[in-house]
């Protein structure tokens, strides 16, 4: 089974600042890597898909990054609505075997 | 509009099975599968299996293996997820997903059901 790191576990920035969270696999996942938000009470929501893609209606200011074991989701200025959970997600085998990260915490310092 | 609509929440005691149901519509149904996915309380996200909307195969986390069921009635676009032999650690919010039916690209899951709570306590 791949397991995903991710790091840190917890980030303290204010808004306007740059946030840049990492995802490590513990073997190739090629680019089959996303990213997802989730506030509480909330169902996750999708931004990066294929480690670099924007998902619909996701502002240019969220940015995906990596292939193979390093990944980085990268928030350019960050948003008050931005503080929130972030996972990370592969996807290997076929049919589909999928794991999540731990997740971040991004929090206002 | 894209939803996933899940039923609601349910309480079970150890050792119980539940069923809970996710109602696709918006988009064509055999062209997408539905995962399911877990996250107890204050935890984080677990996928739990693959479900084809095409043909009804499923693929299941090793973890659930032999615990879960994960079966579709194309005629109401429907999926559902029964986990049998409940224990207290299984309370969580479950979701559905859409996701991905070919292994040639990779979308996400992209649409994501409201989630069900299910409680299991004596």
Do not use: H
């Not at chain 1, 513990?26 to 999708?46: E, F, H, I, N």
């Not at chain 1, 931004?47 to 995906?64: M, N, Q, V």
């Not at chain 2, 095409?54 to 615990?67: E, L, P, S, W």
């Amino acid at each position: 089974e791949i397991v995903l790191a991710q790091s840190p576990a917890t980030l303290s920035l204010s808004p306007g600042e740059r946030a840049t969270l990492s995802c490590r696999a513990s073997q190739s996942v090629g680019s089959y890597l996303a990213w997802y938000q989730q506030k509480p009470g909330q169902a996750p929501r999708l931004l990066i898909y294929e480690a670099s893609s924007r998902a619909t209606g996701i502002p240019a200011r969220f940015s995906g990054s990596g292939s193979g074991t390093d990944f980085t989701l990268t928030i350019s200025s960050l948003e008050p609505e931005d503080f929130a959970l972030y996972y990370c997600l592969q996807r290997s085998n076929w049919p589909p075997e999928y794991t999540f990260g731990q997740g971040t915490k991004l929090e206002i310092k | 509009q894209v939803q996933l609509v899940q039923s609601g929440p349910e309480v079970k005691k150890p050792g119980a099975s539940v069923k809970v149901s996710c109602k696709a519509s918006g988009y064509t149904f055999i062209n997408y599968a539905i995962n399911w996915v877990r996250q107890a309380p204050g935890q984080g996200l677990e996928w739990m299996g693959w479900s084809s909307g095409f043909n009804g195969d499923t693929n299941y986390a090793q973890k659930f293996q032999g615990r879960v069921t994960m079966t579709t009635d194309a005629s109401t676009n429907t999926v559902y997820m029964a986990l049998r032999d409940l224990r207290s650690d299984d309370t969580a919010v479950y979701y559905c997903a859409r996701g991905e039916l070919d292994d040639y690209y990779y979308s996400g899951m992209d649409v994501w059901g409201q989630g069900t709570t299910v409680t299991v306590s004596s």
